[in-house]
């Protein structure tokens, strides 16, 4: 046994967030967050080099073969620089509901793209995370009717890919005929999303997975790590920004980091986040290993991210006082970016739910 | 990341498990309060170390099983011992805390002569930190110890001393230089509780029970030999031994069995016909807590590898204790509140009764808020936290006391 990353892992992890660094800068975001089409095309391009969108995709359609803890080591340090890349989707979830649900001659078709970075995959759940009234979809042999609502990394796809309630999926063209998209803007500028109608389009139908609605909750399982992991970085980041403005701020003649009151905040900040770390991991490895609680750690990891990266980001921007609430320090678009993972995949309301619902705590 | 057991491993657990099938019968019952551990429970400690359950990574010459250390193997041991109800062997402040310190810090002699009888629950001891004026500020303390006629005299008052009306020994932090500056002038004591001098009171907690003491000592006489490491270096000593305090204060482990119990609980407490569980409130402070007990679960787990690598967490091992406790005390406050008015009246039958569930929680709700303040209050933990963890500064000293400020 070993809870730990492995070398690779660590490595990965450190390629990412050096890449970012260099070019990922604050104001990249707030450059996005203008246009706000959640995808910055010259980090698509060099997470390219990087291998990263062949992560999910098996060595022999030409990725990399790797599972979803890379994938949330990677989602992390995406959080960490509030990058602007369509990964969720694209990276993370498309190319497992090919290898749940495709065929063969589907998965040799869509996986190569999805590694070279050609297909840039937007993705929708009707009849999972609860609806609001607006979605509706239906199938009549491969003709896709209806409408879905909070379509991810939606600004700029060539593909959109939807599953329905009973867990067939349609993949068709952005730009096919009958297909109309309502892009909104969201709070996190960085990423929006989209109402997506389908007015009887010729779609493709992922249909081969034995138990469909299983494999789509696997797929939806996977995206909630990812989404868990990508608030763990971006929480983080806030509370090492913290700190480090606490060492520096002088008041009354003293470092405010002294003081008990902004120390005790950090430390509350420490104590909630870092068993996060090894909670992310632990639900990652559960995907990978199809472990018998991977549905309850995914359910319980998104939920707990959320409700912790919550307190986080308010009280990491509470630390640097006046300077956090202005446009100038940038920390809000670590917590925006907190605040639109929480909400989308099933917020930690309802992710406790069917946390709930699994254990039989129901009456 | 590999959670799967090695075949070694498996192998080992195998044996455990085998071992709890052919003994675990004739194990003590587990929990009742803190006691003196009686003739049954004595024969089974001494039973689990020899089949190595209990001292295990502790040397043969020192009367322990002399395996190399292992957590995985200790971890398999806590797990299995658990799962079957079966009693962990004996959990004191001597095998807990002052073992490890002398393992790490002791001489030879004073091994040979203390950790055999410790390990065996035949000594108990008890630890002599706190004072009226030194809490938290734990360095302060004035009970002093000058050398007279080849043996250390002490005077002086502790508190919140646990066991001491039942404890054979007591390791004692006092001052011996008191020219020295506050930190460099303690030195750590081996007494033993029976030398004239030394009288016990009492102290009864919100609990009820005499969970605690206060000591008093006039003219009592301690052999020179009876230090560790030298004079001037107890405050060193006293921090390894809360090292492996707080460690064991705030154990995953035990809130993931906190929070089974509690299931247990709601699934079987009905009101108006409808289980706990089932009802909205509840469930949802129960689900909140669920998602805190597996983060902290995963936790443990890295800390286990930290360990076995010999790696030193820094803040992953400083977080333990305060976040491990506030949690517990939810928990069992979760427990307090699904019990409703009849919990109320769900009393403990003293210190040595075998209480029924409800009445258990209610002295865990109590007991924990005294963990909140034990080791180390929470709010001095954020303070570690924060300066050690986080490389925040300390408060600015106060002239003339030779520490921080108030």
């Known amino acids: ?363 | 990341m590999d959670l799967n057991f090695s075949e070694k491993h498996r192998a080992f657990q195998a044996e455990v498990r085998e071992f709890i099938r052919r003994h675990g019968p004739a194990s003590p019952k587990t929990g009742g309060g803190r006691k003196r551990p009686d003739r049954k429970t004595l024969d089974w400690q001494r039973l689990l170390i020899e089949h190595g359950y209990a001292g295990r990574t502790i040397p043969r010459e020192y009367g322990g099983y002399g395996a190399a250390p292992d957590v995985l193997e200790a971890a398999i041991i806590a797990e299995e011992f658990g799962r079957a109800n079966v009693h962990p062997g004996i959990m004191n402040q001597g095998i807990s805390m002052l073992v490890p310190t002398l393992l790490e810090v002791g001489t030879r002699e004073q091994c040979e002569r203390w950790v055999r009888p410790t390990i065996r629950g035949e000594i108990i001891w008890c630890q002599g930190y706190s004072e009226p004026e030194a809490g938290s500020d734990l360095a302060s303390v004035r009970t002093r110890a000058v050398v007279e006629d080849g043996h250390f005299v002490v005077n002086g008052h502790k508190i919140w001393t646990s066991s001491a009306h039942y404890a054979d020994m007591m390791f004692l932090l006092c001052r011996t230089e008191p020219d020295k500056p506050k930190h460099e002038g303690l030195s750590y004591l081996l007494l033993s509780m029976r030398t004239p001098g030394i009288e016990v009171r009492p102290l009864r907690t919100m609990t009820g029970r005499a969970e605690f003491n206060e000591v008093f000592f006039t003219d009592v006489r301690v052999p020179l030999d009876q230090i560790v490491m030298g004079r001037g270096h107890g405050w060193h000593v006293a921090n390894i031994t809360l090292k492996h305090e707080r460690m064991g204060i705030g154990d995953a482990g035990k809130l993931t069995h906190r929070l089974q119990r509690l299931v247990e609980l709601l699934r079987a407490t009905k009101v108006d016909g409808v289980p706990l569980i089932a009802a909205a409130e509840f469930r949802s402070r129960l689900l909140r807590l669920q998602g805190e007990v597996l983060a902290w679960r995963a936790h443990n787990l890295r800390l286990l590898t930290d360990q076995a690598r010999g790696e030193d967490p820094g803040l992953r091992r400083l977080i333990v204790k305060y976040g491990g406790t506030v949690l517990g005390h939810r928990l069992s406050a979760l427990a307090v509140d699904a019990l409703g008015a009849e919990g109320l009246t769900a009393l403990s039958q003293g210190e040595d009764a075998q209480d029924d569930d409800a009445a258990n929680w209610n002295n865990d709700y109590l007991y924990d808020i005294g963990l909140l303040i034990g080791g180390g209050t929470s709010n001095i933990q954020r303070n570690i936290i924060g300066e050690r963890g986080l490389g925040l500064p300390r408060e600015p000293r106060v002239p003339g006391t030779g520490g921080r400020g108030a």
């Not at chain 1, 470092?255 to 905040?265: D, L, P, R």
């Not at chain 1, 420490?270 to 770390?277: G, K, R």
């Open chain 1, 1 to 363: 046994m070993e809870f730990a990353l492995s070398h690779e892992q660590t490595l990965l992890g450190e390629s990412v967030r050096s890449f970012l660094r260099d070019h990922c800068p604050i104001e990249a975001v707030r450059a996005q967050a203008a246009t706000g089409t959640g995808c910055e095309e010259g980090l698509w391009r060099g997470l390219l080099d990087l291998g990263v969108q062949g992560l999910l995709v098996p060595e022999r359609h030409g990725g990399t073969g790797l599972g979803l803890l890379e994938a949330a080591v990677v989602a992390q340090a995406l959080g960490g620089a509030a990058a602007p890349v369509p990964f969720l989707c694209s990276v993370a979830m498309a190319p497992l509901a090919l290898l749940r649900s495709g065929s063969a001659a589907q998965q040799d078709r869509w996986l190569p793209r999805i590694a070279g970075g050609e297909a840039r995959i937007a993705m929708g759940f009707v009849g999972y995370v609860g609806g609001r009234g607006g979605a509706a979809l239906s199938l009549d042999r491969d003709r896709l009717s209806g409408a879905a609502e909070a379509v991810l990394d939606a600004g700029a796809p060539t593909h959109f890919l939807v599953y329905l309630p009973d867990g067939r999926a349609a993949i068709l063209g952005a730009g096919d005929a009958g297909v109309s998209v309502a892009l909104r803007r969201t709070l996190d500028g960085t990423r929006p999303l989209a109402e997506v109608a389908f007015d009887g389009v010729e779609a493709e139908v992922l249909e081969a997975a034995a138990d469909p609605r299983a494999a789509a909750l696997q797929v939806l399982d996977a995206g909630r790590v990812v989404l868990a992991a990508d608030t763990l970085g971006a929480a983080q980041a806030m509370l090492d920004r913290a700190v480090a403005w606490a060492k520096q701020r002088v008041q009354f003649g003293r470092v405010i980091g002294s003081f008990q009151g902004v120390k005790h905040m950090c430390a509350d900040m420490a104590t909630m986040l870092e068993p996060c770390h090894a909670f992310v991991w632990h639900a990652a490895y559960a995907q990978d290993t199809r472990s018998a609680e991977a549905r309850l750690m995914a359910c319980h990891a998104k939920a707990h991210l959320d409700e912790v990266g919550r307190e986080v980001a308010r009280m990491a921007t509470e630390v640097h006082g006046g300077m956090g609430f202005t446009d100038l320090s940038g920390l809000h678009y670590w917590l925006k970016r907190i605040g639109f993972n929480r909400q989308v995949l099933g917020g930690p309301e309802r992710c406790r739910e069917e946390a709930a619902a699994l254990q039989g705590w129901t009456a």
